[in-house]
């Protein structure tokens, strides 16, 4: 995954197995934008691991998910839409903590396409990641 210039990534530990909270990132974060607004669901995937769903969220920036395995992770694109970056990809890990619960990692490689966007697209993308999994493990 990791050809972009630049990487961001949060963590977010989650009271639910990670099967269950895949099943969770699937329906709050990815169908209904955990708090960022309602995305349109352009393509519906497969139900059980969310591949090949295709979502338009603000902006009309259109993500894809390109692979996943339910409680383990899933990697998903920005296809199409105003977002400054020649390349980004994400990936959204699911691991189990030996005290319970399930550690998320979601991690986003990206290179910016408009010179030293960088910093604000870091910052922006940080900021949208923390607040999706706070309300994911609310």
């Given amino acids: 995954m990791d050809v972009g210039s630049r990487t961001v ?3 977010q530990l989650v009271a639910l197995d990670p099967q269950s909270c895949y099943d969770a990132f699937l329906r709050k974060v990815w ?13 519906e995937g497969d139900p059980e691991t ?17 692979q996943g395995q339910r ?7 920005i296809e199409a839409g105003p977002w400054p970056t020649s390349y980004n990809r994400a990936r959204v890990d699911f691991v189990e903590e030996s005290q319970g619960g399930t550690c998320v ?15 604000l697209l870091s910052f922006t993308i940080r900021t949208s990641f923390q607040t999706m999994l706070r309300s994911l493990a609310a």
């Fill in 105 to 119: 990692t979601w991690t986003s490689n990206f290179t910016p396409s408009l010179f030293g966007s960088g910093p």
């Fill in 50 to 66: 969310g591949v090949d769903c295709v979502r338009q969220v603000a902006l009309g920036i259109v993500e894809h998910i390109l």
């Fill in 9 to 11: 990534v949060v963590k």
């Fill in 71 to 77: 409680g383990d992770h899933l990697e998903y694109v």
């Fill in 31 to 43: 169908k209904e934008g955990a708090g960022l607004g309602t995305p349109q669901i352009l393509e």
